[in-house]
């Protein structure tokens, strides 16, 4: 969408402490999300700006830097806006600002038509930044990086499995619960369920990330898409505790669908991700490229064997 159609007067915002929400159109349904301007007594930042910023771009605040939980099309579709200031992202993501085609190394799509459309897509409706025109300085944080704003710090909890460099920020501005907010990136608590389909992505890690941000107290809690704004702790954990379970609930399908000896292509075909019915070159890739990280570790721990390309289950699961 280009930015004429982009109306800005839908859009709402949200004030908590030194934290401005701009919220994306439909509930920060993709292509669209939800991004957020923090502001201390020094310095101010702006993350994840997305088509949302874009559609604001007249009336955008002065920012001292911009911050991403990783490089995804989506995150990063209004980051050309502030090409003045240094752009931010994990070591293991910054690839994905620094060009283009570091960015589809990200997604790892084979080279074909696909490619091609999807990256000439970045390039136009998602305002890829070209070196020379509109790109910033690009600089890397790792864990436990510390931005120090002025009365207001941006810890670095690098979360990977949706990305290698993933990285949720807490933002915090005083000491009691309700001082401390935390983004969740695309750790986005949906029906879905998580996302690990893409070349960056890791079954494994998205799970110990998870673990990990069930031990860390705020109140606040934001992801880019459809959740939006959550309010409260346990609200929060009861949230992250049914998205999570998607990965169960794929894994337990899976094991039912191969008690009779499958191919990968029929596992594929069935769809545990996905629904059935849902089509395509790029679902299929993601279908494939995630229940493969299931069907390897329910290997290596003996559960499936694998003989003639076909899956089966050999023993039960231990639970
Ligand atoms: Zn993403």
Partial sequence: MRPEELDPGTLENRR??????????????????????????????????????VARRD?????DMVIHSHTHEDHIAGTHLFSDVPWYAHS???????????????????PGETYDAFLAEIDSAFYYPHEGSSAGAVRTFEEGHSFD?????IDVLHTPGHTRGHSCFLVSWGDSREERFVYLGDIELTGFGP???????NLKDFESSMRRLKEVDAHWWLTFHHKGLI????????????????IDDRESRLLDYIVAPRTLDEIVEHRFVYRPGQTGFLIDMTERRSMLQHLERLMASGVVALTNDHYQV??????
């Fill in 16 to 53: 908590v402490g030194p934290i401005t929400v701009l919220f994306g159109y439909e509930n920060g349904k993709y292509p669209y999300g939800n991004s957020f301007l923090v502001e201390g007594e020094e310095q101010s930042v702006m993350i994840d700006p997305c088509l949302g910023v």
């Fill in 59 to 63: 009336a955008l605040p002065k920012v």
């Fill in 92 to 110: 293991e993501d910054a690839l994905g600002l620094k060009s283009i085609d570091g960015l589809m190394d990200i997604y790892g799509l084979p």
């Fill in 149 to 153: 704003l002025g009365g207001v710090t």
């Fill in 195 to 201: 996302y690990y389909g893409d070349a960056w992505s």
């Fill in 231 to 246: 309010e409260g702790r346990e609200t929060f954990l009861a949230m992250l505790e049914k998205f999570s379970a998607m």
């Fill in 314 to 319: 050999v023993r039960a699961r231990r639970t």
